[in-house]
């Protein structure tokens, strides 16, 4: 059920905010009539239309915090004649692109128009996107609380944007999309690898997003990168749930026609447009994906395009999948050397603890790495990945 409704939950606020316009209390009262259903459901069962459902208790609520708040105003006398009408029907058309684009308006700095949408389209909680950022959760709250009042303040409507409205807000959108296809690509937390109903979406509204907007180098690049990406997804888990790593993956299992899309359009997107982050990492991922086996991929490749990367986009993951290919190419005494000198910028995200496990054993040294993945193993949310880094860690130290 909770996969439900985190599935609804984008649609439902979409079709508050088309109708009634204050995202503020839209939201609100989607986040109460989320709450009735994970109640009510359990007990008396799924609604034969789940979305109709939570529309029009989420209406109800929000007609009710509207009077609430004319009332606080004393402005009673005035309500029956503005009495909003009653619930509309669960609507047909699917604008969860237009709602994405009002969160990312350009009255809000970056990172409030990406916590804000990441929470109303992305649907993850205040605590996956503090994760996301690396930010404490009191503060990602807080930046999601503002962004909604400044939005309500620059009187922001909710319609489709004109062509020339894309710009100012298309980075935003584009880090909103890759986020949570990211989340749903490996969950920052929980029992499970992978939520298909987040990579779906993202996927999904970079399609539309894509169709719109054709000519965008960086929109198709961010488009493949999703396909190439989650066309390993069949392989990337076992017969017994436990993670697969991408070198001892069935590459059969592969989509091929996902593949075959994403390298189309990053080629595309390569030849004919100034390259960008998204469009690199789709050739990354697509040299990955060509290779027949792990011991065919060409890292040389690779290690040049993170070269590339880390001067257009500069992050601290970018780094550390750098020293990875650099690993590759040189051995993993090199790869160590130059983890070494990036350390400080990287942070003590547990992946700089996994990776240096992982050179540590390529080296010859299973002692510390054993010590290693069991730092890293310790520090990560995600029980799959954990699990993973355990059973490596278990098999250095016997």
Avoid at 38 to 47: F, L, N, S, Y
Avoid at 266 to 278: C, H, Q, W
């Amino acid at each position: 059920m909770n996969t439900l409704l985190r599935e609804l939950a984008p649609q439902v606020l979409t079709a508050l905010v088309r109708r009634y316009g204050d995202f503020d209390t839209c939201e609100d009262a989607v986040q109460e009539a989320l709450l009735a259903a994970a109640t009510q459901w359990p007990a008396e069962g799924t609604p034969a239309n789940p979305k109709g459902w939570l529309i029009t208790t989420a209406s109800r609520r929000r007609i009710e915090l509207w009077r609430a708040e004319t009332a606080r105003r004393r402005r009673e006398e005035t309500v029956a004649m503005l009495a909003p009408p009653a619930p509309a029907p669960a609507p047909a058309v699917d604008d969860t692109l237009t709602l994405l684009m009002l969160c990312c308006h350009p009255s809000l700095t970056p990172r409030s128009q990406v916590a804000l949408a990441l929470r109303a389209v992305g649907g993850l909680t205040t605590a996956e996107i503090a994760r996301a950022y690396l930010s404490p959760e009191p503060t990602v709250a807080q930046r999601i609380s503002r962004a909604k009042q400044r939005i309500r303040a620059a009187g922001a409507r909710f319609r489709p944007p004109a062509p020339d409205e894309y710009g100012p807000r298309l980075a935003a959108v584009l880090t909103v999309l890759y986020l949570v296809f990211t989340e749903g690509h490996t969950a920052s937390a929980g029992p499970d690898l992978q939520r298909v109903d987040l990579t779906a979406e993202a996927i999904r509204l970079a399609r539309q997003l894509h169709a719109a907007l054709p000519d965008e180098g960086e929109v198709a690049g961010l488009l493949a990168l999703m396909l190439l990406t989650d066309a390993r997804r069949p392989a990337r888990i076992g017969p017994d749930g436990a993670l697969v790593p991408l070198a001892e993956q069935d590459r059969s299992l592969w989509d091929r026609e996902a593949i075959a899309e994403g390298t189309e359009l990053v080629t595309r997107a390569l030849t004919t447009t100034p390259p960008g982050s998204y469009q690199l990492q789709a050739a990354i991922a697509a040299v990955h994906d060509q290779a027949a086996c792990a011991g065919e991929t060409d890292w040389r490749e690779i290690a040049g395009l993170y070269d590339l990367l880390a001067v257009i986009a500069p992050g601290p993951m970018v780094t550390l999948n750098r020293v990875v290919a650099i690993a590759e190419v040189d051995g993993p005494e090199a790869g160590l050397r130059e983890l070494a000198e990036v350390e400080a910028a990287l942070g003590e995200h547990y992946r700089v603890d996994a990776v240096r496990a992982h050179l540590l054993d390529r080296a010859g040294d299973p002692f510390a790495a054993a010590e290693h993945y069991r730092r890293a193993a310790r520090a990560t949310l995600s029980e799959p990945e954990r699990r993973y880094l355990e059973e490596r860690c278990r098999d250095l130290s016997v």
